[in-house]
T-cell receptor
Framework: QKEVEQNSGPLSVPEGAIASLNCTYS??????FFWYRQYSGKSPELIMS????GDKEDGRFTAQLNKASQYVSLLIRDSQPSDSATYLC?????????FGAGTRLTVKP | DAGVTQSPTHLIKTRGQQVTLRCSPK?????VSWYQQALGQGPQFIFQ???????QRGNFPDRFSGHQFPNYSSELNVNALLLGDSALYLC???????????FGSGTRLTVV
Protein backbone atom coordinates (compact mmCIF):
# COMPACT_ATOMS: atom_id res chain seq x y z
CA GLN A 1 0.00 0.00 0.00
CA LYS A 2 1.33 3.40 -0.97
CA GLU A 3 1.79 5.90 1.83
CA VAL A 4 -0.20 8.61 0.05
CA GLU A 5 -2.64 7.75 -2.71
CA GLN A 6 -4.40 10.04 -5.14
CA ASN A 7 -6.59 9.45 -8.15
CA SER A 8 -4.14 9.93 -10.99
CA GLY A 9 -6.79 11.42 -13.24
CA PRO A 10 -6.72 13.18 -15.51
CA LEU A 11 -9.65 15.17 -14.17
CA SER A 12 -11.36 17.51 -16.58
CA VAL A 13 -13.95 20.12 -15.55
CA PRO A 14 -15.54 23.03 -17.40
CA GLU A 15 -14.70 26.59 -16.45
CA GLY A 16 -16.76 27.74 -13.47
CA ALA A 17 -17.38 24.23 -12.14
CA ILE A 18 -16.20 22.71 -8.86
CA ALA A 19 -13.15 20.46 -9.07
CA SER A 20 -12.85 17.81 -6.37
CA LEU A 21 -9.51 16.18 -5.63
CA ASN A 22 -9.09 13.30 -3.20
CA CYS A 23 -6.26 11.75 -1.23
CA THR A 24 -5.90 8.93 1.28
CA TYR A 25 -2.94 8.16 3.50
CA SER A 26 -1.78 5.10 5.40
CA UNK A 27 0.02 6.44 8.50
CA UNK A 28 -2.51 7.16 11.26
CA UNK A 29 0.16 9.14 13.13
CA UNK A 30 0.34 11.76 10.39
CA UNK A 31 0.04 15.25 11.79
CA UNK A 32 -0.07 17.73 8.93
CA PHE A 33 -1.59 17.75 5.50
CA PHE A 34 -0.90 19.89 2.49
CA TRP A 35 -1.98 20.50 -1.06
CA TYR A 36 0.58 21.67 -3.58
CA ARG A 37 0.02 22.82 -7.13
CA GLN A 38 2.61 22.03 -9.78
CA TYR A 39 2.50 23.53 -13.23
CA SER A 40 4.21 21.61 -15.99
CA GLY A 41 7.98 22.04 -15.79
CA LYS A 42 7.79 23.98 -12.53
CA SER A 43 8.32 23.13 -8.88
CA PRO A 44 5.45 22.52 -6.43
CA GLU A 45 3.92 25.52 -4.67
CA LEU A 46 1.95 25.31 -1.45
CA ILE A 47 -1.70 26.28 -1.77
CA MET A 48 -3.35 24.86 1.36
CA SER A 49 -2.45 23.33 4.70
CA UNK A 50 -4.74 21.66 7.22
CA UNK A 51 -4.02 20.11 10.59
CA UNK A 52 -7.35 19.32 12.27
CA UNK A 53 -10.53 17.56 11.22
CA GLY A 54 -13.03 19.60 9.29
CA ASP A 55 -12.94 22.17 6.56
CA LYS A 56 -10.55 25.02 5.91
CA GLU A 57 -11.37 27.64 3.32
CA ASP A 58 -9.03 30.04 1.54
CA GLY A 59 -10.60 31.97 -1.31
CA ARG A 60 -11.80 29.52 -3.95
CA PHE A 61 -10.04 26.60 -2.24
CA THR A 62 -11.43 24.39 0.55
CA ALA A 63 -9.42 21.63 2.15
CA GLN A 64 -11.21 18.89 4.06
CA LEU A 65 -9.63 16.48 6.53
CA ASN A 66 -11.07 13.34 8.12
CA LYS A 67 -8.42 11.65 10.23
CA ALA A 68 -10.68 8.74 11.17
CA SER A 69 -11.06 7.87 7.49
CA GLN A 70 -7.47 8.94 6.70
CA TYR A 71 -8.83 11.10 3.95
CA VAL A 72 -7.97 14.57 2.66
CA SER A 73 -9.67 16.45 -0.12
CA LEU A 74 -9.39 19.72 -1.98
CA LEU A 75 -12.30 21.53 -3.57
CA ILE A 76 -11.71 24.26 -6.11
CA ARG A 77 -14.78 26.43 -6.69
CA ASP A 78 -15.34 28.50 -9.84
CA SER A 79 -12.50 26.66 -11.59
CA GLN A 80 -10.45 28.73 -14.01
CA PRO A 81 -8.26 27.62 -16.92
CA SER A 82 -5.30 28.91 -14.89
CA ASP A 83 -6.08 26.20 -12.32
CA SER A 84 -5.00 23.57 -14.86
CA ALA A 85 -2.06 21.85 -13.20
CA THR A 86 -1.09 18.76 -11.25
CA TYR A 87 -2.25 18.82 -7.64
CA LEU A 88 -0.09 16.99 -5.13
CA CYS A 89 -1.33 15.80 -1.78
CA UNK A 90 1.39 15.75 0.90
CA UNK A 91 1.30 14.25 4.38
CA UNK A 92 3.70 15.30 7.12
CA UNK A 93 4.81 13.21 10.04
CA UNK A 94 7.62 14.27 12.35
CA UNK A 95 10.67 14.81 10.19
CA UNK A 96 9.49 14.26 6.67
CA UNK A 97 6.73 14.88 4.19
CA UNK A 98 5.49 12.28 1.75
CA PHE A 99 3.72 13.06 -1.51
CA GLY A 100 1.15 11.33 -3.61
CA ALA A 101 1.63 10.85 -7.33
CA GLY A 102 -0.59 13.83 -8.09
CA THR A 103 -3.86 14.40 -9.93
CA ARG A 104 -3.73 16.21 -13.23
CA LEU A 105 -6.55 18.75 -13.52
CA THR A 106 -7.63 20.38 -16.76
CA VAL A 107 -10.15 23.23 -16.71
CA LYS A 108 -11.71 23.71 -20.13
CA PRO A 109 -12.84 27.22 -21.19
CA ASP B 1 13.46 37.94 0.37
CA ALA B 2 15.20 35.21 -1.61
CA GLY B 3 13.40 31.93 -1.84
CA VAL B 4 15.05 28.55 -2.16
CA THR B 5 17.81 28.57 -4.76
CA GLN B 6 19.20 25.48 -6.46
CA SER B 7 22.13 25.01 -8.78
CA PRO B 8 22.73 24.01 -11.43
CA THR B 9 19.43 24.23 -13.29
CA HIS B 10 20.26 21.47 -15.74
CA LEU B 11 22.96 18.84 -15.78
CA ILE B 12 23.94 16.02 -18.12
CA LYS B 13 26.13 13.25 -16.76
CA THR B 14 27.40 9.92 -18.02
CA ARG B 15 26.46 6.66 -16.35
CA GLY B 16 28.92 5.83 -13.56
CA GLN B 17 29.86 9.43 -12.87
CA GLN B 18 29.26 11.36 -9.68
CA VAL B 19 27.20 14.54 -9.30
CA THR B 20 26.76 17.24 -6.66
CA LEU B 21 23.66 19.40 -6.47
CA ARG B 22 23.43 22.50 -4.30
CA CYS B 23 20.67 24.24 -2.39
CA SER B 24 20.38 27.44 -0.40
CA PRO B 25 17.30 27.55 1.82
CA LYS B 26 14.88 30.41 2.14
CA UNK B 27 16.02 33.07 4.58
CA UNK B 28 15.02 32.08 8.11
CA UNK B 29 14.69 28.38 7.29
CA UNK B 30 17.00 25.88 8.95
CA UNK B 31 15.80 22.53 7.58
CA VAL B 32 16.47 21.20 4.10
CA SER B 33 14.78 18.23 2.47
CA TRP B 34 15.66 16.67 -0.86
CA TYR B 35 13.24 14.99 -3.24
CA GLN B 36 13.55 13.12 -6.53
CA GLN B 37 10.72 13.56 -9.01
CA ALA B 38 10.59 11.31 -12.05
CA LEU B 39 8.47 12.40 -15.00
CA GLY B 40 4.78 11.99 -14.25
CA GLN B 41 5.38 10.98 -10.64
CA GLY B 42 5.12 12.71 -7.30
CA PRO B 43 8.25 13.82 -5.43
CA GLN B 44 9.98 10.97 -3.59
CA PHE B 45 11.62 11.80 -0.27
CA ILE B 46 15.39 11.26 -0.26
CA PHE B 47 16.46 12.73 3.08
CA GLN B 48 16.22 15.71 5.40
CA UNK B 49 18.98 17.71 7.07
CA UNK B 50 18.73 19.71 10.26
CA UNK B 51 21.55 21.07 12.41
CA UNK B 52 24.05 19.67 9.92
CA UNK B 53 22.86 16.11 10.43
CA UNK B 54 20.71 13.73 8.41
CA UNK B 55 17.54 13.54 10.46
CA GLN B 56 15.40 11.29 8.29
CA ARG B 57 15.98 9.22 5.18
CA GLY B 58 13.70 7.78 2.57
CA ASN B 59 14.11 4.55 0.65
CA PHE B 60 17.18 5.50 -1.38
CA PRO B 61 20.48 3.62 -1.64
CA ASP B 62 23.70 4.77 -0.03
CA ARG B 63 24.80 6.15 -3.40
CA PHE B 64 22.73 9.15 -2.38
CA SER B 65 24.39 11.20 0.32
CA GLY B 66 24.19 14.73 1.54
CA HIS B 67 25.57 17.43 3.69
CA GLN B 68 24.34 20.55 5.43
CA PHE B 69 26.64 23.46 6.17
CA PRO B 70 26.58 25.85 9.15
CA ASN B 71 24.78 28.46 7.00
CA TYR B 72 22.00 25.86 6.43
CA SER B 73 22.81 25.37 2.75
CA SER B 74 22.94 21.79 1.57
CA GLU B 75 24.42 19.49 -1.05
CA LEU B 76 23.10 16.28 -2.53
CA ASN B 77 25.70 13.86 -3.88
CA VAL B 78 24.93 10.90 -6.08
CA ASN B 79 27.67 8.38 -6.87
CA ALA B 80 27.84 5.76 -9.60
CA LEU B 81 25.02 7.33 -11.58
CA LEU B 82 22.47 5.06 -13.23
CA LEU B 83 20.18 5.86 -16.12
CA GLY B 84 17.30 5.60 -13.65
CA ASP B 85 18.68 8.52 -11.64
CA SER B 86 17.52 10.86 -14.40
CA ALA B 87 14.91 13.06 -12.75
CA LEU B 88 14.11 16.49 -11.36
CA TYR B 89 15.80 16.93 -7.99
CA LEU B 90 13.95 19.27 -5.70
CA CYS B 91 15.22 20.97 -2.59
CA UNK B 92 12.69 22.19 -0.04
CA UNK B 93 13.31 24.26 3.05
CA UNK B 94 11.27 24.85 6.18
CA UNK B 95 11.50 26.22 9.70
CA UNK B 96 8.46 25.13 11.59
CA UNK B 97 7.41 21.67 10.44
CA UNK B 98 3.75 22.46 10.36
CA UNK B 99 4.10 25.31 7.88
CA UNK B 100 4.87 23.17 4.88
CA UNK B 101 7.86 23.39 2.65
CA UNK B 102 9.09 25.96 0.17
CA PHE B 103 10.54 24.37 -2.94
CA GLY B 104 13.36 25.53 -5.16
CA SER B 105 12.99 25.43 -8.91
CA GLY B 106 14.88 22.13 -9.08
CA THR B 107 17.83 20.63 -10.91
CA ARG B 108 17.04 18.56 -13.99
CA LEU B 109 19.57 15.71 -14.08
CA THR B 110 19.93 13.62 -17.22
CA VAL B 111 22.11 10.53 -17.12
CA VAL B 112 23.20 9.20 -20.53
Amino acid sequence: QKEVEQNSGPLSVPEGAIASLNCTYSDRGSQSFFWYRQYSGKSPELIMSIYSNGDKEDGRFTAQLNKASQYVSLLIRDSQPSDSATYLCAVGNNNDMRFGAGTRLTVKP
Amino acid sequence: DAGVTQSPTHLIKTRGQQVTLRCSPKSGHDTVSWYQQALGQGPQFIFQYYEEEERQRGNFPDRFSGHQFPNYSSELNVNALLLGDSALYLCASSFVRAEGYTFGSGTRLTVV
